[in-house]
């Protein structure tokens, strides 16, 4: 039921910037907590940012100091600012939510991802 729709990504050149969205249907936004995941070539998942349902954030630390995760609760879209970004932020950048399922347990929910590719 939940769907995830990632979009923003592209190519930029080290020390540049990018805010990705991930829009959501089937949720809400503001009542879950949200987060941004990436993966590069040869790599496990990274789990990168999150925002609770109250609002609070937390960061890998590679990306304390340049990332920033926000809500907009209106447009039920939740953002990543990625500013002086680096070549090691190349990846597929995914964003991910968690619904429990009294008959299942926890389920995850994935965004198709977008692409970061930073380079010179």
């Known amino acids: 039921q939940v769907q995830l729709v990632e979009s923003g990504g592209g190519l930029v050149q080290p020390g540049g910037s990018l805010r990705l969205s991930c829009t959501a249907s089937?949720?809400?936004?503001?009542?879950?907590?949200m987060r941004w995941y990436r993966q590069a070539p040869g790599k496990e998942r990274e789990l990168v940012a999150t925002?609770?349902?109250?609002?609070?954030?937390n960061y890998a630390d590679s990306a304390t100091g340049r990332f920033t995760i926000s809500r907009d609760n209106a447009k039920n879209t939740v953002y990543l600012q990625m500013n002086i970004l680096k070549p090691e932020d190349t990846a597929v950048y995914y964003c991910?939510?968690?619904?429990?399922?009294?008959?299942?347990?926890?389920?995850?929910?994935w965004g198709q991802g977008t692409q970061v590719t930073v380079s010179s």
């Open positions: 991910n939510t968690m619904r429990m399922i009294l008959s299942v347990g926890p389920v995850q929910y």
């Open positions: 925002i609770s349902s109250t609002g609070g954030t």
């Open positions: 089937g949720a809400t936004v503001s009542s879950y907590a």
